[in-house]
């Protein structure tokens, strides 16, 4: 019963099949006009097609085809005539009417129209029992002008071969178009920017991208002449401009392909680049005598020579990539294998056979190259890729393994460190110690060997020693850049002796910022700066009045010690406290100026 269903279903699809042809005309019949450039009209009855290069090579001329026809097969609500090809310009009429136009019929070497087939809608109205067609057209040499066989019928039957046809021929080549473009960018782009990054001294690009970046593009103009009616040159020069595209995509392709397999240096990769690349520069002065000199055959003969030259290729090429090859090199030889197969059908069916409204299949097939440059670019991605995630884990294990020896070396300079800061603290201990409290015991010691000295001076003497161990502790324990609280320990140790000598103690200190830049190191030497000032004011000024002044001086500080005392020549060589001022200010990048004179002693230090 299911072998039954099928059987009946399989009849009715062919009887429908049938029906639908049934419905259109192919009109193949037809009374000429022929008129040759510059000869007088000659009539004849043709078949079509008519393929004008076939039937008057190397000449140009006009045309005008009368086609009688009856009445339409089936009724429908509306007509159409379909033409897979026409022209290179012309004009069709119906019945006295003009159904449609393009180009000059006066004007050879003009745009061609020829290239894609024509949709000509026709009003119910215009049909009579008896209908003639009649279609003029202008033919140029070497452009495939003529006149296929119309096809007329009911407008949805017509419509669906005019678009299978159209689709094949003009949508399928805008795509062509765009992928083989953006193919020859990208190849370009990769071509300009990668380097062989061990060839430092100069750019090394490799000629693979090149090559096939190129031929993309020479495709890509060779194709898109199929949708460019009116071309920006005239006729023959376009003709040769895309002809020789045809050529430099075959050669840059086949040079591509010997990149591909490594095959530069291999003898008979080097003679089939010799071959293809003589052969292109031999196709413009060719390209120019075939088509200005109406010689069809040179370049047929110039399409077979690459013919001959890739099938000869292609077999060792192949042969080679099945034995022993990188996936690449099959990829690519598939792709040459496939196009020297379909460039031998086009050869034959455009250049030696009669036929004349087929589609051409290179343009097509040509779509493998693109894919297999595509396939080579991802390949090497991954690859490289794999290569940088490699390193990467390389590079991140080595870093890890430094940080750790990094880390252990950290912290030993950082226990030295903490050593070598804990030596330094005890040798600036022990030197303030020794020029502060040991300098005041050694000279009370002197005193008391003297005998000279009064209980007083050995006292007084003591106390400054006391007051310089009190002021080396106090060292320790200063803020960076703190002056307010530095200025006040001073007060707090000193104003008692400043009491005890009847010197009255004037405390001018007004809010000060910090001083970012001074550190610890500079905090005391600025102390004992301070505390030289004061002690020279008890011990030799026999002042009754003693000011300490500070204040904000810009993001600084001006500091200054006054009392008024009897004075000292400031200009003469300056003693031991003064010069041990002077040393300190300077270790530590500060201005001091000293001015004296009977009943005013300034010191003034200031802090930038």
């Known amino acids: 019963m299911r072998a039954r269903s099928l059987w009946c279903g399989l009849v009715w699809a062919l009887l429908c099949w049938g029906n639908a042809h049934a419905e259109v005309q192919e009109l193949r019949q037809a009374r000429a006009l022929i008129t040759l450039q510059g000869g007088a009209p000659v009539p004849s009855s043709v078949e079509l097609p008519y393929h004008w290069d076939r039937r008057h090579p190397g000449l140009a001329g006009t045309a005008t085809f009368e086609i009688d026809f009856g009445p339409p097969a089936t009724s429908a609500e509306s007509y159409a005539i379909y033409i897979p090809r026409l022209g290179n310009a012309y004009e069709i009429w119906l019945n006295g009417n003009l159904l449609e136009k393009n180009g000059d019929l006066t004007k050879f070497n ?105 031929a993309e ?26 002809v020789m595209m045809t050529g430099g995509w075959l050669t840059c392709m086949g040079s591509f392909g010997v990149r591909v397999a490594g095959w530069s240096e291999l003898r008979p990769a080097v ?39 890739f099938t000869c290729f292609i077999g060792f090429f192949s042969w080679r990539a099945l034995r022993n090859a990188t996936p690449s090199h099959r990829v690519v030889a598939a792709a040459l294998f496939v196009n020297v197969l379909v460039g031998l059908r086009d050869w034959f069916v455009f250049r030696i056979s009669p036929s004349y409204a087929d589609n051409t299949l290179l343009r097509y097939s040509s779509v493998l190259f693109g894919l297999a440059l595509a396939y080579i670019v991802i390949t090497r991605f991954r690859e490289v890729s794999t290569q940088a995630r490699d390193l990467m884990n390389n590079l991140s294990s080595r ?5 750790r020896e990094l880390g252990q070396t950290y912290r030993q300079v950082e226990q030295l460190a903490r050593e070598q800061e804990r030596v330094s603290e ?101 102390q004992f700066m301070v505390f030289e000032a004061l002690s020279n004011v008890l011990q030799h000024s026999q002042a009754t009045t003693l000011a300490i002044e500070a204040e904000m001086a810009g993001a600084g500080v001006c500091l200054r010690v006054v009392d008024n005392g009897r004075g000292f020549d400031a200009a003469a060589a300056p003693r031991k406290g003064l010069l041990s001022m002077r040393e300190r200010a300077s270790a530590i990048g500060v201005a001091i100026a000293i001015e004296s004179r009977p009943g005013r002693t300034a010191v003034e230090i200031r802090i930038p």
């Open 426 to 526: 005890r040798t600036r201990i022990l030197r303030d110690m020794h020029d502060g409290v040991g300098a005041h015991l050694s000279a009370a010691i002197r005193q008391l060997q003297s005998g000279k000295a009064s209980t007083d001076d050995v006292l007084q003497t003591l106390r400054y020693t006391l007051d310089q161990l009190k002021l080396s502790i106090d060292a320790m324990h200063l803020l960076p850049g703190d002056i307010s609280s530095l200025l006040a320990n001073l007060r707090y140790r000193l104003e008692p002796r400043f009491a005890a000598s009847d010197i009255e103690l004037q405390w001018v200190v007004g809010s000060l910022e910090p001083v970012a830049h001074m550190d610890a190191n500079a905090m005391r030497q600025l």
């Open 271 to 309: 003679w089939f680049n010799r071959m293809t690349w003589t052969l292109f520069a031999m196709g413009l002065p060719l390209i120019a005598w075939a088509l200005v000199f109406a010689s069809p055959h040179v370049l047929t003969a110039w399409y077979g020579a690459y013919a001959l030259t």
């Open 110 to 214: 003009g745009g061609d129209y020829a290239k894609v087939p024509r949709f000509v809608p026709v009003a119910t109205d215009l049909l009579r029992p008896s209908n003639r067609l009649l279609i003029h057209v202008r033919t140029d040499v070497g452009r495939r002008g003529g006149l296929a066989a119309p096809v007329m019928g009911p407008d949805e039957e017509v419509r669906r071969l005019y678009r299978s046809d159209y689709n094949w021929r003009a949508t399928g080549t805008l795509v062509v178009v765009v992928l083989s473009f953006m193919v020859g960018m990208v190849a370009l782009a990769l071509w300009f920017t990668q380097t062989d990054p061990a060839r430092a001294y100069r750019a090394v690009r490799d000629p693979m991208y090149l090559l096939g970046g190129l």
């Open 399 to 403: 870093i890890s393994q430094k940080e």
């Open 217 to 242: 593009l020479f495709w890509t103009v060779r194709v898109s002449d199929v949708l460019i009616e009116n071309p920006p040159l005239p006729w023959p020069a376009w003709g040769m401009v895309t």
